[in-house]
């Protein structure tokens, strides 16, 4: 069974700090993995998707890296700002089985601080 | 830009009752997700639509919990009768096409609290 743990669970940082997330998973057979955003009360939304074949993706700010082979993913973030404030869960989906379940983490929660 | 919609946003009912939530997913996802999440974990997946077909409800409660899909649409899940352990974020989302493993697009759920 697919397990999927973040590391740290919570994280305070000043104002214009890089920061790393980190996502580790049990099983490498994947078929991709999510980064996503979840603000207080709110749904999720998706920020980066990477592919099993890629190493990593980016968009603005971020940049998320995949190392399939040591189950492990991060999410950087550059120059932080207080809107970055949210839970950020990653997800992977696995590559046989029902192939569309995903499997969370339970998120990191950050604070970015003025 | 295209949301999936939820409603009710908040929902406070009392234990033994029956309480149902509403999901439209975006406009020609063919795939819908109802998703359950307690405070301070991840989200877990309770029931996957493919089109008004019901692809995995492994996780679901089937001796309080119904969803349905009738359309290929719209959705709605319910629990009858809610116990205290429901209270969590029930979350739609949708995609559009399971096989290829697209982003998921998430509504803002549904905060259930049981009394």
């Known amino acids: 069974k697919q397990e999927v743990t973040q590391i740290p669970a919570a994280l305070s940082v000043p104002e214009g700090e890089n920061l790393v997330l980190n996502c580790s998973f049990t099983d490498s057979a994947i078929y991709n993995l999510q980064w996503f955003r979840q603000d207080p009360g709110k749904g999720l939304t998706s920020l980066l998707l990477i592919q099993s074949s890629q190493r990593e993706q980016t968009s603005g700010r971020l940049n998320a890296s995949l190392d399939k082979s040591s189950g492990r993913s991060t999410l950087y973030i550059a120059a932080s700002q207080p809107g970055d404030s949210a839970t950020y869960l990653c997800a992977v989906r696995p590559t046989t089985g029902t192939a569309s379940k995903l499997t969370f983490g339970t998120g990191t929660r950050l604070q970015v601080t003025l | 830009e295209a949301e999936v919609a939820q409603s009710p946003r908040y929902k406070i009912t009392e234990k033994s009752q029956a309480v149902a939530f509403w999901c439209d997913p975006i406009?020609?996802?063919?795939?819908l997700y109802w998703y359950r999440q307690i405070l301070g974990q991840g989200p877990e997946l309770l029931v996957q639509?493919?089109?008004?077909?019901?692809?995995?409800d492994s996780q679901l409660p089937k001796d309080r919990f119904s969803a349905e899909r009738l359309k290929g649409v719209d959705s709605t899940l319910k629990i009858q009768p809610a116990e205290l352990g429901d209270s969590a974020m029930y979350l739609c989302?949708?995609?559009?096409?399971?096989?290829?493993?697209?982003?998921?697009?998430f509504g803002s759920g549904t905060q259930l609290s049981v009394l």
């Open positions: 989302a949708s995609s559009p096409d399971r096989d290829r493993g697209e982003k998921l697009f």
């Open positions: 406009s020609g996802h063919a795939t």
């Open positions: 639509f493919q089109d008004e077909s019901v692809v995995d």
